[in-house]
């Protein structure tokens, strides 16, 4: 599909150029990158922390810190909006963790289902079509680990759940799910890295 | 995971390891804020931890969008830039300013108003910093601008306090402080009636905190003696279509002091 590569292409460079002219202290450029990505990464910050204000306040604080860091950011290690999305991922899990968790009385019940976490079928964005590859990498294997390890890992990521979390959601003696986690994650590297 | 896994013995520690837990969020507090550390003087570590995010950032990509508030980006604009706006009188920070404000809204006509404001006030101020926002990068407290204070007291049809709140007609900045809202698996939600009658939202609003909200710039000047302002109960994360879908459970109109 050359139209939706060029279309990707042309809004990477322009959401580029946007960082680029931000770093340089342009409002106007800012507050365009914030009209460009602000639904995308208030996504993010909504899936993990689960609970509107909370989600408003980490995306503020995630435009804060692209305001301050724009100039970090480097075009060779990852697309902008994967810098982004990142970094509102960070923010959103630093808010989880100052914040008490509530979530702790929510069983886990995938350990004994071995489902994975379903992705949300939404359409994927145009500017993130260059990682669709690493997607079917990356799937390809997490089809490696167990349904248990691969729902538990893509949970952790999606949630921002920690090890004491998860072992005391699933009632699981902490040591153990540290170590059946590291176990998946030593397993992934091993085959992403092949 | 208990009944089909035998007992493990401990994958010994590895930083690779500590970046990609970093990476996926399973780090407690203490243990994030050590690798976050590590992250920005180790440049290994922080090699590590961009691999990692690398390896899952596919994943970011089935993450469906969702509007922001509009309200956000003139918070966001406002904390960084507001403390540059003009015509500030010199006095305006001063703590006169603050007590004769609180005096005269204690001696006018608005007594109730005034022991629920001071009285939450009081509330607002004990609340333990760092459970909801540490907001490091905050450098710059909202300003206090010079204009006379306006106040809205949101009541429920009872005529009992739903809200009160103080608007700062300069700044648009709006403290809001919550009396009595009756628990509702509904959010409440803000609305600023101005005088073409069409609702603007000013988003979801705590029930059970005090919090600031900035009216979005388009329609500050709206914000005068007698607009109107109205609570709605709406699904989770606020009303679908722009505009208030539930119940309107409390209203009330800006006063000046």
């Known amino acids: 599909m050359p139209a939706a590569n060029d279309a990707a292409d042309a809004d990477r460079d322009f959401l580029r150029s946007l960082l680029t002219a931000t770093a340089d202290g342009d409002r106007r450029a800012f507050e365009t990158l914030y009209q460009r990505t602000s639904a995308k990464l208030f996504g993010i910050c909504l899936r993990i922390l689960n609970e509107r204000t909370q989600a408003e306040e980490a995306l503020q604080d995630v435009y804060l810190a692209i305001w301050r860091k724009a100039g970090l950011y480097d075009g060779d290690r990852a697309s902008p909006i994967t810098w982004l999305a990142q970094i509102a991922r960070n923010k959103a899990i630093d808010h989880l963790r100052a914040a008490k968790p509530e979530r702790l009385s929510q069983p886990f019940e995938f350990a004994f289902e071995g489902g994975a976490e379903p992705i949300d079928e939404t359409p994927r964005a145009p500017d993130l079509a260059e990682t669709r590859d690493d997607n079917r990498r990356l799937q390809v294997c997490l089809d490696e680990l167990s349904g248990e390890q691969r729902a538990v890992i893509q949970t952790a990521f999606f949630e921002g759940c920690t090890y004491e979390e998860i072992a005391e959601r699933s009632a699981t003696p902490l040591g153990t799910v540290k170590s059946w986690i590291r176990r998946g994650l030593l397993k992934l590297k091993a085959c992403l890295q092949r | ?257």
């Not at chain 2, 909200?213 to 302002?229: E, G, H, M, Y």
């Open chain 2, 1 to 257: 995971m208990n009944a089909r896994t035998p007992n493990l013995p401990p994958v010994p520690d590895s930083d690779d390891l500590i970046a990609a837990e970093f990476v996926l969020g399973l780090l407690d507090a203490d243990a994030r804020r050590d690798a976050q550390a590590r992250f920005e003087r180790d440049a290994a570590f922080a090699a590590m931890v961009a691999s990692w995010e690398a390896y899952f950032a596919p994943w970011l990509e089935g993450i469906a969008p969702v509007d922001a508030p509009a309200a956000l980006w003139t918070r966001i604009r406002d904390t960084l830039w507001a403390h540059e706006l003009p015509a500030r009188s010199a006095t305006a920070d001063s703590l006169w300013n603050r007590l004769s404000f609180w005096r005269g809204l204690a001696g006018g006509g608005f007594a109730v108003a005034a022991a629920s404001l001071a009285a939450l006030m009081v509330v607002v101020a004990q609340r333990p910093p760092s459970v909801r926002t540490p907001t490091p990068v905050a450098v710059q407290p909202p300003p206090v601008s010079a204009a006379t204070p306006m106040v809205v007291s949101l009541r429920h049809n009872d005529g009992t306090m739903a809200y009160t709140a103080t608007v700062d007609p300069d700044t648009g900045v709006i403290t809001l402080i919550p009396a009595f809202m009756p628990e509702d698996k509904r959010v409440p939600e803000l609305w600023l009636i101005p005088a073409d009658g069409v609702p603007r939202s000013l988003g979801v609003v705590a029930r059970d905190h005090a919090q600031r909200l900035v009216i979005p710039s388009q329609i500050r000047r709206d914000a005068k003696v007698d607009t109107l302002f109205a609570v709605s109960m709406e699904p989770s994360g606020g009303s679908p279509t722009g505009q208030p879908t539930g119940p309107v459970i409390a209203k009330g109109s800006l006063i000046r002091l």
